[in-house]
């Protein structure tokens, strides 16, 4: 915060202390018998500040001041006096003026305090803040630490689905850096970048429910969390339908690869399930992870509670395949693309966040225990 402070300031020598300068900017110039010497503070950190040493001459003995500047509170809470009624006594108007731009131009600023650096702002939504907003986990795993999460992140803001089509277009942007200026969006199982303006076209892209609405995406808030949707090609996203997570068995099943012409190498099909190209395998699995938490127990609304399982099922609204999504967390951790696709939906849009993509080990503390002991039955 800038504050106007009537600073009088401490000055060295240059050759004394080599931290920073005064420099005039422009000759001094007359006005009513008073002259303005303009000065750029310099301070160590590189801050420059304006400021400007007023010389009357119209009085005898001579005086001189600082005129008082804008600084940042920081700085002028370390400066003291130097240059505040300085009296020049039977020195002639033109060679004093001369001489003190000169000594002025000379000097440098001690700065005494450390490098000003100011303060962040203060987060708007508590999801911002990652370390307080995990804090109140400490050891917890298994059950008591989905429950934990589930009441971490549940509380987050609903959207409809026209603020769903908006937010796809800067959370799936292809310059992720600038999202708002790309005017393409990359879409989850073709990988290719395509044109925001084909959104919702025949020949574009839609709207994909990675958890789909078939496993108990009845209402609000589930049906249009972000977290749980990406752009897909229109097409792709017909094959995928509403097919489990897994990997294909060409022993036991039909395989098809690529699982759709428009699809990008890597995915497989059968009649069953659906395998995502290799780069957004791990995105995929933690988003179901986080579909299973923020509603995997009872819904206010009275929507069913998701789960995820070795045994997928519509009638029980249990998706997977679990042992395969946490192989894919494994191996494919985070990305930079999908941190930023979590912090934006934090920030800008659900205000909380995915916990598996912060924390990717939460996925074994839950869910490792329980997919053994399934694996190990069958």
């Not at 300031?9 to 900017?25: E, K, P």
């Not at 005898?60 to 130097?82: E, G």
């Not at 026209?162 to 790309?182: C, F, G, N």
Request: hydrophobic share 35%.
């Amino acid at each position: 915060m800038m504050s106007v402070v009537h600073c009088q300031l401490q000055i060295l020598c240059t050759a004394a202390s080599g931290r920073g300068s005064f420099s005039g900017r422009k000759p001094c110039r007359q006005l009513s018998g008073t002259s303005i010497i303009p000065l750029l503070l310099k301070t160590s950190d590189h801050h420059s500040f304006p400021a400007a040493l007023s010389i009357d001459s119209g009085c005898r003995p001579l005086q001189a001041s600082l005129i008082p500047t804008t600084l940042p509170s920081p700085y002028a809470s370390r400066l003291s006096w130097f240059a505040q009624d300085m009296h020049f006594n039977m020195v002639p108007w033109r060679w004093a003026s001369r001489a003190i731009f000169i000594y002025f131009c000379c000097l440098t600023l001690a700065a005494e305090a450390h490098e000003y650096h100011p303060p962040p702002p203060p987060p708007m939504y508590a999801c911002e803040d990652v370390s307080y907003y995990y804090a109140p986990l400490d050891s917890s795993k298994g059950q008591a630490l989905k429950r934990k999460l589930h009441s971490i992140i549940s509380n987050h803001k609903s959207l409809s689905y026209r603020e769903v089509w908006d937010a796809l277009k800067i959370l799936d942007a292809a310059d992720v850096d600038k999202p708002e200026a790309s005017s393409d969006i990359v879409e989850i199982y073709s990988l290719k970048v395509v044109p925001k303006a084909l959104a919702g076209k025949p020949e574009g892209w839609n709207r994909e429910h990675l958890w789909p609405r078939s496993y108990g995406l009845t209402r609000r808030p589930s049906l249009t969390d972000l977290h749980n949707i990406r752009p897909a090609d229109v097409n792709v996203n017909s094959s995928r339908g509403n097919k489990f997570y897994g990997e294909c068995n060409s022993e036991l099943h039909k395989c098809l690869k690529p699982a759709n012409k428009e699809a990008a190498p890597g995915t497989e099909t059968d009649d069953k399930s659906w395998t995502p190209p290799m780069p957004v395998r791990g995105d995929i699995a933690r988003a179901l992870m986080y579909m299973a938490v923020c509603y995997g127990h009872h819904q206010p609304d009275g929507a069913p509670a998701l789960q995820l399982s070795d045994s997928p099922s519509i009638r029980n609204r249990e998706m997977g395949i679990l042992s395969t999504l946490l192989k894919w967390n494994r191996l494919d951790p985070p990305s930079r693309e999908e941190k930023l696709r979590n912090e934006r939906v934090c920030k800008l849009y659900q205000h909380n966040r995915n916990p598996f993509i912060d924390h990717p080990e939460y996925a074994d503390l839950i869910w490792t225990a329980r997919s053994r002991i399934h694996q190990n039955h069958e």
